[in-house]
DNA sequence: CCTGCCTGAGAAAGCGTTTTCTCAGTTCGC
DNA sequence: GCGAACTGAGAAAACGCTTTCTCAGGCAGG
């Protein structure tokens, strides 16, 4: 018979009542507030154990001005990358008692900055991770969404950290290494026109060929699916190059599965390299060839980066740069003789 | 000179002063409440425009006893399925204006209920997804997680819809698929041991058993990801069975690459089949032949279901059961004479 | 024995909304 | 032309909690 208040939910009055004190010395005890007598204390806890009471988290919040929740928003939760950066910062935030609130923009660009409005307004902090949005968007929404960390994207905004990885290295790694297994003949299949992360690719790719005239690198457009990389096989083809460089993992697993169709073989006719390492890199076959981002990772040190400004401990360094490590599996290997352009 | 109220953030009793009217007339405007001027409310509006007025969604919350956000919690945000789900969920839910906020267990059954509370409380409602916890565990806190879904479990706590996908036709549909191909001599890959879903493929089983006397069944222990797969080489060579039921996709596609490190062909030598037909299995090599879940979808039903008890509707169907497609692909083929067991 | 300090706990003021209550000022009908 | 019904908007209560303010009572010191 559990006394109400008028909600029906059990409220911090309830357990006042039954403990016979105040409502605020209920308070006390349940924030281990010491200047309360033991005996009143150990009374207020039975009672609130017997009344199985559990304080409100939105009444708390609203007098605590947080939530002890942050958001994310990502372009599209069905890329194995964003999942991984969650699931990073999920788990290192619930280590310190936060949860998160997730915001999908669907790669709709235009909603990203209400979405992130909304979601930083129920929040304690923001991850905007690889906003489509353009950088003077960026930039004039950005006070507003503090604290917030950037991922894969950076902003002349002050007090945003951004955590980037180190694509245009990367990309520069695999051209290197199927440049010494003897290809002289080179294609990117690039991403998504917005995506920064691409980018950083064709800048790396840039200076690559700069420091390599000799090398031969087409440009062929793209995408981030798995469609994407099978649908590139006559593009490939048409190239005439002998090791190409997918802008993800997903584009080259689609890539390999569309030139196995063919009859063709990799890494033997043709190496194909992707980005990232997601999980199913090394199970396919042959097993790829990619550089390894510590996307997991990256989520974590995401959460680090926003708990310092969540705590204004403002002494933190501005953001982070990852380097891709090279991951050489069996999905590359010595160049053949150069073929001719649009082979049977 | 956007003034603001002690707090920082500019209020809705900044809008009433800049506008000369009181905060419950702003809230009026705000929340379309005809009883209010026309020029008034014009000069309310304009205010907040100038001042950027955002409602705070805290106080907002506390006031009206609703959050906007729904909870799921998962065991492991690191398995496609419930990433899957998670995304059909997030999207749905997000149509109708709602967020969602995540939990991951990590497969600790232990902290499932208490996660699952934290989460009922910051939200109007909650999906509970393949619960590790036991059923006398989940019967007795269902009342005070409500409104609920469940996803993947059934319990005996009224009001509680269940979202269950029909594991045990889904076996028996690749078991009798296998067997069609001339396999006589089967193997199942089982999963979690705690895992409902397995359970409801064990008994899938035995009714296949029962239907086919010729065909030998045998039991596997397992797990639920790449590794358990890899590592069950061994045991599935010693089985002898040339037709193998891994316990999903991600199993299989580790036994395939063990198979493949062992020089043996499939389908030629042995067949693999999975469960859940992530978007993974059709980029396999070869590519996988499985059980077609809609587990997106399941978690937009999630939604439904959740939004009706929300809404208290209550003429809502108590659930639904989903019934998984097989899909035939290249990993199965015809049988080979049996061989003998512990082949080389 | 009185002043002053300290301790423990109730009263009350927020936190930022929504919503009910109330009432002044209009309009309408007879 | 006066009471009744209506309209628009402010005052205040409510939501559930934390925290400051305040004060009664106990105790030590002079």
Redesign the interface.
Known sequence: MARKSA?GRIGIADVAVKAGVSHATVSRVMNGNFTVDPDVAARVRAAAAEL?Y?P????R??AL?K?D?IGIVVPD??NPTF?AI??GL??AA?QDGY??????S?EVSSEESILA???R??CDGLVLCAPRMSDAELTEIAP?LHPLVLINRTTDAPDVPSLVVDYGQGVQDIAGHLVELGHTRLAFLAGPPRSASNGMRLKGLEAFKAAHPQVEVTMLEGGSD?DTGHEAVDAVLASGATGILAFNDLVA??LM?GL?ERGLDVPGDISVTGFDDI??A????PALTTAAVPITELGEQAWHQLRALIRKEGNEVPGSRFQPRLEVRASSGPAKAPRSAVHG
Chains 1, 2 share one sequence.
């Open positions: 909600s199985k559990q409100n988290p939105v009444g919040s609203l001005g939530t929740t939760l069905a999942q969650l699931r999920s788990r619930a949860r998160v609130l997730i915001a999908d669907f409005g909304e979601a307004r129920r507003s798995f697993m689609g599965s196995h999980p199913f090394k199970y396919t076959t």
